[in-house]
């Protein structure tokens, strides 16, 4: 079965520097997350997208932006990134009639220098 | 502050145990409580989820019973196997606002 891909896997960054990861949701699901998650610690809601507009916000810093296009896929922009932004970053699908059931994929490993 | 705990951080259980780790939460409004399974580098994988409608749903080795009342629940894997060995999230979610609210995870680790 297809699954949630992300790109890149893994990203090394300088700080104050920009990054840009993508998502592409499983085939027919309209609705896209992402999370954060730190070392050791469990994943952080940062925005999700239902049918391209934003349906939710969580602890996203203002330096990081988001949308989604036409494809449903996704992408996080993140900007002057800073040290403490090394982490795990998933993005997750679902379809709105399934009742909530999201299903990550892999992940982009960021490592901000 | 955590609006769903787990218990325990840390669990080691012999091969063909049982594993059972609890969460609980205080917000009422939650309608959808799923439990994730993640190996290290990977990301988390939906096992089981229940709603609010059901005590308990069992889905081959894994158990969820939950009990609205107490505003707890809990997973249950049985007769479990080394390939167990993972850290496991509980999760709860209000269907309206679909952003799933974490534990803070346990790492299990199943002895050969």
């Known amino acids: 079965a297809a699954g949630v891909i992300q790109s890149p896997r893994h990203l090394i960054k300088e700080k104050r520097e920009t990054a840009t990861l993508k998502c592409y949701p499983i085939?027919?699901?309209?609705?896209v997350y992402w999370y954060q998650q730190g070392p050791g610690q469990d994943p952080q809601f940062l925005i999700s997208?239902?049918?391209?507009?934003?349906?939710d916000k969580g602890s996203i810093p203002d330096r990081f932006s988001a949308q989604q296009f036409s494809d449903y896929h996704s992408e996080l922009n993140m900007s002057s990134l800073e040290l403490g932004d090394s982490a795990l970053y998933f993005c997750?699908?679902?379809?709105?009639?399934?009742?909530?059931?999201?299903?990550f994929g892999p992940g982009t490993r960021l490592t901000v220098l | 502050q955590q609006q769903v705990k787990q218990s325990p951080q840390s669990l080691i259980v012999q091969k063909g145990g049982i594993s059972i780790i609890n969460c609980a939460y205080e917000?009422?409004?939650?309608?959808?409580f799923p439990w994730y399974q993640q190996f290290p580098g990977k990301g988390p994988a939906l096992l089981i989820a229940?709603?609010?409608?059901?005590s308990e749903k069992k889905e081959g080795r894994f158990t969820i019973s939950f009990n609205k009342s107490a505003k707890q629940f809990s997973l249950h894997i049985m007769d479990s196997q080394p390939g167990d060995s993972a850290t496991y999230f509980c999760?709860?979610?209000?269907?309206?606002?679909?952003?799933?609210?974490f534990g803070q995870g346990t790492r299990l680790t199943i002895n050969p």
């Open positions: 999760a709860a979610s209000i269907r309206g606002a679909q952003k799933l609210v």
């Open positions: 229940i709603r609010p409608d059901v």
């Open positions: 917000n009422t409004a939650f309608d959808y």
């Open positions: 085939p027919r699901h309209d609705t």
């Open positions: 997208f239902y049918e391209k507009m934003q349906s």
């Open positions: 997750a699908s679902s379809f709105k009639g399934s009742y909530n059931e999201q299903f």
